[in-house]
């Protein structure tokens, strides 16, 4: 999906269409996978979660997102730690997550079709592609480096035990955690991943567009 943004190999109006098509499609098909297998994958590592009866039974973890509640799992202790860490980060920089993801693809998606016809003048459609990079990447950034570890330190729970007690879900609704997105698409292939994925794509798209827009000022 990504790849047809920041590509467009079919050109610039079937791309985006494309890759639009995707984006509002991939809960039917994504979702109702990654919510079957949410009681047996740790939703951190991707890893099996024993979900086990009595003790065992609280590496359930309730999330609320855009479309729904779900009870997710973690395979530890350490791993529920980390989740719980990340989602406390991303809700309370909800707005901002939103804005700098939903707002880069809104604007760079229209800039490219209007670029592509020659409507705005001397800004191609390289440029609107450049945009998409520096936009996604500048919100991706803080989210992969800072999320698991500013998460922690802040709010009521700031001990790894009063951490792990948040979203067991004891009272289902009451203590959920909340995400800013939907978590079918990071449950895929674990939250940790995902995170790994926005530091590195995160720098190096940010490195693209910066160098982008340094050659095209210098250019003229
Ligand atoms: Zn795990």
């Known amino acids: 999906m990504l790849l047809l943004f920041t590509r467009m190999p079919f050109g610039v109006l079937p791309s985006v269409a494309a890759g639009l098509t995707l984006m509002m499609t991939h809960p039917l098909y994504a979702r109702p996978w990654a919510l079957h297998h949410a009681s047996r994958r740790c939703l951190w590592c991707g890893g099996p979660a024993t979900a086990g009866t009595g ?15 779900v009870s997710w799992s ?3 202790d350490e791993h529920r730690v980390s989740l719980v860490a990340m989602l406390q980060f991303a809700a309370r920089h909800g707005t ?17 079709i209007l670029a592509d016809r020659g409507r705005l003048g001397p800004f191609y459609v390289s440029d609107a592609k450049a945009l998409f990079k520096l936009g996604v ?42 995400a800013p997105f ?4 990071p449950a895929l292939i674990g939250v940790n991943a995902v995170l790994w994925l926005f530091r ?21």
Do not use: K, M, Y
């Open 74 to 76: 973690a395979c530890s």
């Open 96 to 112: 901002l997550l939103r804005v700098g993801i939903l707002g880069t693809v809104t604007v760079s998606l229209i800039a490219a």
């Open 182 to 185: 939907p978590l079918h698409l």
């Open 137 to 178: 990447g500048l919100t991706v950034l803080p989210l992969g480096w800072l999320g698991p570890r500013l998460g922690e330190r802040n709010g009521a729970a700031s001990t790894p035990a009063g951490l792990a007690d948040l979203g067991r879900g004891r009272t289902e609704s009451a203590d959920a955690l909340s």
């Open 200 to 220: 590195l794509i995160g720098l190096i798209w940010l490195a693209q567009g910066a160098f982008h827009a340094v050659e095209r000022v210098s250019r003229g």
């Open 55 to 69: 003790a065992s039974a609280g590496t359930a973890l309730a999330v609320t997102d855009p479309r729904g509640t």
